[in-house]
């Protein structure tokens, strides 16, 4: 984030990994690497490759004379301008038919269990249950597009006297083809490429609870010739410490190991591990059909010592793969197939990456995905799986980019949120133990999958409580492979605090959230320990979840300032602004005025009086505190320092106004009706941009060390005065509260990035199919560029702000409310939503053009009182509500 946090965040990370590596082990390491080094093995490594060497080297003119041909075809002059791609919506899928996007795009495959990104031109990066701690493939973002990226696979033609060496992903070979699309689907991404009398068709995906990346290869003769098709799929490995693979090019390379195993059928399945992990965790590569030849070292497969690189492999000039195995160095795992295609025949492969204890251990899943129709069955059941998570929610509205990202999108973008949290994406790297699982930002991620998977949900949550400490704030982040938590950048100054003053409330209103999707008032009663490193799991101090919630609020009310203000820690939501010990947040005032209101729910649904009159009592007196202390005239400020002067005030030179400071305390309730009126307006007035809204204004204009992190940026960008898109949902959110869905939609818009995808695409940047987390402000000169892409806090609170507050379907304890607040010009619209055993399928009809207001609701035809529909059995239930 800022420049200190980096540096300093690097060599803690090198710390922590330390750490994390126990001493003795590491040095163990080391040491078995050295003593079980057998010398003749390596001699035989040395040979082998000495005796192999004189075959390439004696193929090189013809490599060099073969080479322009393949180079020729190569194409660059392709029109790679005007659209990227299209929605269709019919497939559930964004269609990308020019490669060269502005910047990588990419998708997920998989889940945390075992998965990772795949981007649009074949790259992978590939993990199981950890980016930091256990990586797969080597995947270095910052290369350029074009170039090799963990993985690809190449497609050779054989001709009479040429070669032609192609890739369905165009990267490495950079060889245009007639036609090539790539299909960014739910969980998979399909490419298909058509030219040169082939098309071929490649899709990536991994089975549901697989352990394995399956990428299933078609080629069809499109031509009418006999053709000779080879197919080389290749991966290249990482260090399972993705850091470590960065950082060190001696250790690393001394362990890692491919071996091979040939079986009678054929088939090959290359092993790979780094040497300490040879007992417990390797990963393979074998496929549907036999292999003619392979290669595990890199070197051998790329040729002449690599000098070629992955555009032209020189090996792939010559007959066949060099059958290398590797006791160090770089890994690989390529194998070739090969096809001879009369026209119209289709020849097909599906190659399985995978990891599991053993190779034993491996078979059955290897030998289930080499049957071509165990791969189908897989993939049709992926299918069955998104269908059901989406038929949780599903709208049909006038507004036909809206249908699209809350039918498909968005809530898809949820659970990839919820399942990477910020841990590994293109931006956040996944490296060290610099991110990892974010208590704050996987409590809200929650909150957006939880009408889709509440008890996935509910296990997520559970995980997160367990890094609370006794005294009821929360560790920042944790480890899904060891369940170790730290304190994240706050880590960085002696001075202080080692908290977040927000993580710990955010977890009660996904608790909330939860009780009121599932009804499930027991889990109060489940006990969880709380986190204390010094102490094993089995003795630390447990307590139920209610205990938990109970002591994150008894935090906040006990850690108030000279104001009555909760302190701000060392950051709330707004990592950025790092004030000195004792400055209060007036955002951590309104989340814990919002989490009492949820813990009032939770008392009054458990009857508990007088734990609810106490947190009421709380609530008074937060509200009463902000209202004194903190309304600026037209705005409310958003901090006091820690000399009590205010920030995100019309007093300050920078940072006059922030976004948070205003929508937060409408959805928390305690700002009074004008107040609200009056702060919103200022948003729209001094923050608000075609763009989006700016988080704050204006942006600090050179380093201040007093605030810290924000100012590390230029006006305009990320924190200091960027369109943080986070935040936007929640202006929109405020807006729906007072009223106001004309203007609640116009912000909707404004950050759709479906609707960038024409003509905004080449100054947006990013991928038209998932929220990035930051637009350049109005203060940049590059206002209108996003980055950071999928995993943000924007996907889950866009889609709350759209399904619970613009339409208005929200789970009660009492039922599901509907209160939509929509543009008047909606003349109607519905939703199908299943809320705990019944489906609703509520239709509403706006006749007097309102945006708020519900005058009639029937169910199966009769009227009830209200506007919460009562919590039903059986399957579908009819709902006509009348607005006005
Ligand atoms: C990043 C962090 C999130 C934080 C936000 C604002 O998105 O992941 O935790 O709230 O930045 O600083």
Redesign the pocket.
């Known amino acids: 984030m800022a420049t200190k946090k980096q540096s300093k965040a690097a060599k803690k990370q090198t710390k922590a990994v330390a750490k994390k590596q126990p001493k003795a082990a590491a040095k163990k390491q080391t040491k078995t690497a050295v003593k079980k080094q057998p010398k003749a093995a390596a001699k035989k490594q040395t040979k082998t490759a000495a005796k192999k060497q004189p075959k390439v080297v004696a193929k090189k003119t013809q490599v060099v004379k073969k080479q322009p041909k393949a180079t020729a075809k190569t194409e660059t002059s392709q029109t790679f301008g005007g659209q990227y791609g299209y929605f269709d919506d019919a497939n559930k899928e964004y269609v990308l038919r020019n490669p060269a996007t502005p910047i990588k795009w990419c998708n997920y495959v998989g889940t945390l269990a075992y998965g990772g990104i795949v981007d649009t031109t074949g790259g992978t990066v590939l993990c199981k249950g950890d980016p930091a701690l256990n990586r797969i493939t080597k995947y270095i973002s910052q290369m350029p597009c074009s170039d090799f990226k963990g993985s690809t696979t190449y497609i050779r033609i054989k001709e009479k006297d040429s070669i032609k060496i192609l890739s369905p992903f165009v990267v490495p070979t950079c060889t245009m083809w007639d036609k090539w699309e790539c299909r960014i689907g739910l969980s998979y991404t399909k490419w298909v490429a058509e030219g040169f009398g082939l098309k071929v068709t490649v899709i990536v995906f991994v089975p549901s609870k697989s352990s394995t990346l399956i990428q299933d290869i078609s080629i069809e003769n499109v031509s009418r010739k006999n053709m000779e098709i080879d197919v080389v799929p290749v991966y290249e490995f990482s260090h399972f410490d993705a850091l470590k693979q960065l950082t060190n090019a001696d250790w690393v390379p001394q362990t890692m190991t491919v071996e091979a195993h040939k079986e009678k059928s054929g088939h090959v399945i290359l092993e790979q591990y780094a040497f300490m992990k040879k007992q417990y965790a390797v990963n393979y590569f074998t496929a549907s059909q036999p292999a003619d030849s392979f290669d595990g070292d890199r070197r051998e497969f790329l040729g002449f010592n690599e000098i070629t690189g992955w555009a032209a492999p020189a090996t792939l000039y010559k007959g066949k793969l060099s059958n290398s195995t590797a006791l160090r160095g770089d890994n690989i795992a390529a194998q070739m197939f090969k096809f001879k295609l009369a026209p119209k025949k289709v020849g097909r492969v599906a190659t399985q990456l995978g990891q599991e204890k053993s190779i034993e251990e491996a078979m059955p899943a290897i030998k289930k995905y080499r049957d071509l129709k165990n791969v189908d069955k897989a993939f049709a059941d992926l299918a069955d799986f998104w269908k059901n998570y989406l038929t949780a929610l599903q709208v049909k509205t006038p507004d036909s980019s809206f249908n699209s990202m809350i039918n498909v999108h968005n809530p898809r973008q949820c659970h990839t949120t919820k399942n990477w949290s ?1 841990y590994l994406s293109l931006y956040q790297l996944g490296f060290g133990s610099d991110r990892g699982i ?1 208590y ?2 996987s409590s809200q991620d929650l909150l957006g999958v939880m009408s889709h998977m509440p008890e996935e949900a509910r296990v997520l949550a559970e995980n997160l409580l367990s890094v609370q400490l006794e005294g009821g704030n929360a560790m920042h982040q944790y480890f899904p492979s060891t369940m170790e938590a730290n304190e994240g950048d706050s880590r960085e100054k002696e001075d202080r605090p080692k908290y977040y003053g927000d993580d710990h409330l955010w977890i009660v209103l996904t608790v909330a959230s939860y009780l009121k999707e599932t009804g499930n008032l027991e889990f109060l009663k489940k006990e969880i320990p709380f986190y204390n490193k010094k102490k094993e799991l089995e003795a630390r101090e447990k307590g139920t979840v209610l205990e938990h919630l109970k002591r994150s609020l008894a935090f906040s009310w006990n850690d108030r300032g000279t104001h009555g203000i909760p302190h701000l820690g060392f950051a709330d ?4 602004v790092n004030l000195p010990t004792g400055a209060e947040s007036l955002f951590n005032a309104s989340l814990f005025a919002k989490a009492l209101l949820e813990m009032i729910d939770i008392c009054e649904a458990i009857e508990d009086k007088e734990l609810a009159e106490q947190y009421k009592n709380w609530y008074e007196e937060i509200k009463a505190q902000v209202n004194k202390t903190a309304w600026d005239g037209e705005w409310y400020v958003r901090w006091f320092d820690e000399k009590g002067e205010p920030l995100g005030s019309s007093k300050n030179k920078y940072n006059k106004i922030d976004s948070l400071g205003q929508s937060w305390p409408v959805i928390s309730g305690i700002a009074p009706a004008e107040y609200a009126k009056t702060a919103l307006d200022s948003v729209n007035k001094l923050l608000n941009t075609e763009n989006g809204i700016k988080l704050s204004w204006p942006g600090y204009n050179g380093f201040d060390p007093h605030v810290g992190g924000v100012s590390t940026y230029p006006p305009g960008a990320k ?1 200091n005065g960027g369109i ?1 898109l ?1 935040a936007n949902p929640w202006v929109m959110i405020a807006e729906t509260i007072i009223g106001n869905g004309d203007r609640a939609f116009q912000y909707y818009n404004q950050i759709n990035p479906a609707a960038k995808n024409n003509g905004k695409i080449n100054e947006f940047e990013s991928e038209p199919y998932c929220y990035p ?1 930051n637009i350049l402000g109005s203060e940049h000169k590059q206002f209108g560029l996003a980055r950071n892409a999928w995993l ?2 924007t996907s889950s609170w866009t889609y709350q702000a759209a399904t619970q507050y613009i339409l208005g379907i929200k789970a009660t304890f009492k039922g599901l409310s509907v209160n939509p607040c929509i543009p008047k010009v909606w003349k109607e619209f519905s939703v199908s939503r299943k809320f705990r055993d019944a489906v609703y399928e509520i239709s509403v009809k706006n006749p007097n053009g309102v945006s708020k207001g519900v005058k009639s609701v029937t169910i199966n035809g009769q009227a009830i009182e209200g506007n919460v529909l009562p919590i039903l059995s059986g399957k579908k239930h009819i709902v006509e509500v009348v607005m006005g």
């Open positions: 910020r974010g704050r930002d939501w707004n990592d950025t924190e943080f986070h987390q943000s806090g």
